[in-house]
């Protein structure tokens, strides 16, 4: 259920990353009802705009109600959410999205997420859920960025379990290369892949997929100026010509659903 929130923040972390940070507050209700994929939209000093911005829900606690999302300062909605205090109250609309991440059923899937910038906070949360249905679950998550800085939104994966491939395009930490250079070789039968990131990168990655046949879950990150399938401003093509919203269609999608 779609609820207006206002939530107490706890804390604003600054990350190693330039600019990026984590927002904790307390939600109960989003931590019980928020799945991955699902996002919220926020509303702080927006300046000029008077439109919500969306952020993917990053780590939810249902035990404690409390949740997190990660940002990089980038406009005036982040420069108010990174001046936030604790004990400031969050203004949020969440969860949202009509179609989330669903794990492939089956005690063997090799499940795989790949992420880059933005998409590696849903993936973590999705990593943390399949771990949680069932711990003995293999998991790899293929973490890709320009550079060893820029790898964010992995905190606390290794710890679960989670096999943590890093991927640099200037080979400054892990694989040198795209994501693709570490996905291609452990594409196969029982694998399962689960991608989010900049439209390139899930191109590639859904190309693969497909050309292999592996079930691969994307999630959109088009612009969503309302999130709540009003405006139509988030629109991604179909392969029969039609189009989707997003943000209530989607966001997750099937790798075949979506035209490039």
Not at 64 to 85: D, E, H, Q
Not at 162 to 167: I, Q, S, Y
Not at 203 to 232: D, H, N
Request: include cysteine.
């Amino acid at each position: 259920m779609i609820r207006k929130t206002a939530a107490r923040v706890v804390s604003v972390e600054p990350l190693p990353a330039p600019g990026h940070h984590v927002l904790k507050f307390v939600a109960p209700e989003l931590a019980t009802d928020a799945r991955p994929g699902h996002f919220i939209a926020v509303s702080a000093d927006t300046g000029p705009s008077i439109l919500r911005k969306p952020f993917s829900v990053f780590t939810v606690d249902r035990a404690t109600g409390m949740c997190s999302i990660l940002f990089s300062v980038y406009g005036p909605t982040t420069r108010a959410m990174a001046r936030m205090a604790t004990g400031d109250s969050l203004d949020f609309l969440g969860p949202l999205g009509g179609r989330v991440f669903e794990a492939v059923p089956g005690e063997d899937v090799h499940h795989v997420l790949v992420g880059g910038g933005y998409g590696v906070p849903p993936l973590n949360f999705l990593a943390r859920a399949i771990r949680a249905d069932n711990p003995a679950a293999k998991v790899t998550l293929i973490h890709g960025a320009r550079s060893a800085d820029l790898l964010v939104g992995a905190d606390g994966l290794a710890e679960l379990g989670v096999d943590v491939v890093p991927c640099t395009d200037d080979g400054s930490a892990g694989v040198h290369g795209r994501v693709t250079v570490a996905l291609e070789p452990i594409l196969s039968p029982g694998t399962a892949v689960y991608t989010c990131g900049p439209t390139p990168m899930m191109r590639a990655v859904a190309e693969r997929c497909l050309a292999t046949e592996v079930p691969c879950q994307i999630s959109m990150e088009t612009p969503m100026p309302c999130g709540v399938g009003i405006c139509v401003g988030c629109v991604v093509g179909r392969p029969d010509g039609t189009y989707s919203r997003t943000c209530v269609d989607g966001p997750v999608y099937q790798a075949g659903e979506v035209r490039w």
